[in-house]
């Protein structure tokens, strides 16, 4: 008596899932459902194959068709809402997700799970710290706190996204070519 009840909601299957994601999608960037699908495929190619270049279009393509009238209502907690445009679209790439992740030396804002790969992302906002140092603080923070350390059998993927308003930026390393830039620079 006197305790709540706890629940948890689960999508109940892949079709519900991709279509609820999608509609999230369409809704922030007035993208039909149809076309978000091809444009989430490319992107899981480009993410697997660490091809930032193509990787950062797509993030330009979806920020940019969001419609002028949202971005006041974005404005207040612009953090928080790129970063749940840019989860949503993560969903629909078939990878198990989980978002702020603590670990025994931070949080980590996501990582995505798929059989033998392993996509660590960090978030990063601001209005007034240039995009570069932004991807470079996300890229330390997995590396300096460890949060690559439990998928070493794996293949690791470190995705930094820098956020400014109406401005996008990502950058892609595998986890043995990230380690190395970082044990060079801070030699």
Known sequence: MGESSKY????????????LFSYILGTYT??????????TDNMLKYILNLDEANLQKS????????????????KKEFEAHYQILAISWLQLLGFDIEEEI?????????????????ILIEFK???????????????SQI??????????NKNVILLSV?????????????LKKALTIYKNENN
């Open 30 to 39: 007035n993208y039909d459902e149809s076309q978000i699908q091809p444009m």
């Open 102 to 118: 603590m670990t025994i030396k931070g949080r980590m804002d996501a990582i995505l799970k798929q059989k033998n790969n392993i």
């Open 143 to 152: 590396i300096t706190n460890e949060y690559y350390k439990p998928y070493q």
């Open 162 to 174: 820098a956020f400014q308003p109406r401005n996008v930026k990502c950058k892609l390393l595998d």
């Open 125 to 139: 906002f601001s209005e007034t710290e240039s995009m570069d140092n932004m991807l470079d603080d996300g890229l």
């Open 8 to 19: 948890k909601l689960a999508i109940p299957n892949k079709e519900v899932h991709d279509s």
């Open 59 to 74: 993030f330009e393509i979806l920020l940019h068709k969001i419609p002028n009238l949202l971005y006041g209502k974005l």
